[in-house]
Protein backbone atom coordinates (compact mmCIF):
# COMPACT_ATOMS: atom_id res chain seq x y z
CA UNK A 1 0.00 0.00 0.00
CA UNK A 2 1.34 3.04 -1.00
CA UNK A 3 -0.34 7.04 -1.07
CA UNK A 4 1.11 9.03 -4.23
CA UNK A 5 0.56 12.78 -4.03
CA UNK A 6 0.99 15.48 -6.71
CA UNK A 7 -0.08 19.22 -7.15
CA UNK A 8 2.28 20.98 -5.61
CA UNK A 9 4.43 24.06 -6.25
CA UNK A 10 5.54 27.41 -6.36
CA UNK A 11 2.82 30.40 -6.44
CA UNK A 12 2.47 34.02 -5.69
CA UNK A 13 -0.13 35.07 -2.97
CA UNK A 14 -3.68 34.69 -3.95
CA UNK A 15 -3.39 32.37 -6.20
CA UNK A 16 -4.79 28.74 -5.73
CA UNK A 17 -3.36 24.64 -6.32
CA UNK A 18 -4.97 21.38 -5.91
CA UNK A 19 -2.97 18.69 -4.43
CA UNK A 20 -4.13 14.99 -5.18
CA UNK A 21 -3.36 11.52 -3.63
CA UNK A 22 -4.18 8.22 -4.97
CA UNK A 23 -4.11 4.93 -2.01
CA UNK A 24 -2.67 2.29 -4.28
CA UNK A 25 -2.16 -1.78 -3.40
CA UNK A 26 -4.15 -3.48 -2.05
CA UNK A 27 -6.67 -2.44 0.15
CA UNK A 28 -9.49 -3.40 1.76
CA UNK A 29 -11.00 -0.49 3.39
CA UNK A 30 -10.25 3.10 4.15
CA UNK A 31 -11.00 5.27 7.33
CA UNK A 32 -10.30 8.94 7.68
CA UNK A 33 -8.16 10.55 4.88
CA UNK A 34 -6.36 13.95 5.60
CA UNK A 35 -3.79 16.59 4.57
CA UNK A 36 -0.72 17.64 7.22
CA UNK A 37 1.41 20.17 6.26
CA UNK A 38 5.17 21.00 7.96
CA UNK A 39 7.03 24.32 7.89
CA UNK A 40 10.49 24.71 8.40
CA UNK A 41 11.26 24.53 11.99
CA UNK A 42 7.33 23.79 13.00
CA UNK A 43 5.80 20.79 13.90
CA UNK A 44 3.60 18.66 11.45
CA UNK A 45 0.31 19.80 11.71
CA UNK A 46 -2.88 18.91 10.26
CA UNK A 47 -4.53 20.94 7.74
CA UNK A 48 -7.85 18.97 6.71
CA UNK A 49 -9.50 15.56 6.88
CA UNK A 50 -12.48 14.15 5.51
CA UNK A 51 -13.77 10.24 6.67
CA UNK A 52 -15.35 7.53 4.28
CA UNK A 53 -18.61 9.37 5.06
CA UNK A 54 -17.60 12.67 4.24
CA UNK A 55 -17.40 14.42 7.31
CA UNK A 56 -14.53 16.89 7.23
CA UNK A 57 -12.44 19.28 9.80
CA UNK A 58 -10.25 21.88 8.97
CA UNK A 59 -7.34 23.35 10.92
CA UNK A 60 -8.62 27.37 11.59
CA UNK A 61 -6.02 28.89 9.93
CA UNK A 62 -7.24 27.16 6.14
CA UNK A 63 -11.12 27.21 7.12
CA UNK A 64 -12.99 29.18 4.38
CA UNK A 65 -10.15 29.16 2.06
CA UNK A 66 -9.50 25.57 1.67
CA UNK A 67 -11.85 22.44 0.82
CA UNK A 68 -10.99 18.64 0.95
CA UNK A 69 -12.63 16.14 -0.89
CA UNK A 70 -12.16 11.98 -1.59
CA UNK A 71 -13.64 9.57 -4.48
CA UNK A 72 -14.41 6.36 -2.47
CA UNK A 73 -14.35 4.55 -5.59
CA UNK A 74 -11.09 5.76 -6.72
CA UNK A 75 -9.00 5.95 -3.39
CA UNK A 76 -8.12 9.42 -3.89
CA UNK A 77 -8.01 12.74 -1.75
CA UNK A 78 -7.54 16.60 -2.85
CA UNK A 79 -7.25 19.30 -1.29
CA UNK A 80 -8.00 22.87 -3.21
CA UNK A 81 -6.18 25.74 -1.81
CA UNK A 82 -7.38 28.97 -2.46
CA UNK A 83 -6.14 32.73 -1.44
CA UNK A 84 -3.13 31.36 -0.95
CA UNK A 85 -0.48 33.13 1.93
CA UNK A 86 3.11 32.91 2.64
CA UNK A 87 2.24 31.14 5.86
CA UNK A 88 1.30 28.57 3.69
CA UNK A 89 4.27 27.68 3.07
CA UNK A 90 5.31 24.30 3.63
CA UNK A 91 5.59 20.22 2.80
CA UNK A 92 2.28 19.21 2.51
CA UNK A 93 1.39 15.17 3.38
CA UNK A 94 -1.14 12.91 2.77
CA UNK A 95 -2.29 10.92 5.39
CA UNK A 96 -4.85 7.58 5.33
CA UNK A 97 -5.91 5.01 7.75
CA UNK A 98 -6.20 1.97 5.50
CA UNK A 99 -7.02 -1.55 6.20
CA UNK A 100 -4.82 -3.85 3.58
CA UNK A 101 -6.36 -6.58 2.01
CA UNK A 102 -3.95 -8.82 3.10
CA UNK A 103 -4.03 -7.86 7.40
CA UNK A 104 -5.78 -6.93 10.42
CA UNK A 105 -7.02 -3.92 11.24
CA UNK A 106 -6.47 -0.22 9.88
CA UNK A 107 -2.67 1.35 10.21
CA UNK A 108 -1.46 5.07 9.42
CA UNK A 109 -0.12 5.45 5.82
CA UNK A 110 2.12 8.59 4.33
CA UNK A 111 2.60 9.90 1.24
CA UNK A 112 6.38 11.20 0.41
CA UNK A 113 5.19 14.79 0.58
CA UNK A 114 4.79 17.56 -1.64
CA UNK A 115 6.48 21.03 -1.33
CA UNK A 116 4.04 23.97 -1.40
CA UNK A 117 5.48 27.51 -1.73
CA UNK A 118 3.49 30.47 -1.29
CA UNK A 119 6.22 33.65 -2.19
CA UNK A 120 5.60 37.07 -4.59
Known amino acids: VQLVESGGGLVQPGESLRLSCAAA????????MGWYRQAPGKQRELVAAITSGGSTNYADSVKGRFTISRDNAKNTVNLQMNSLKPEDTAVYYC???????????????WGQGTQVTVSS
Open 95 to 109: EAEIRPLYGMGYKDY
Open 25 to 32: GSIFAINT
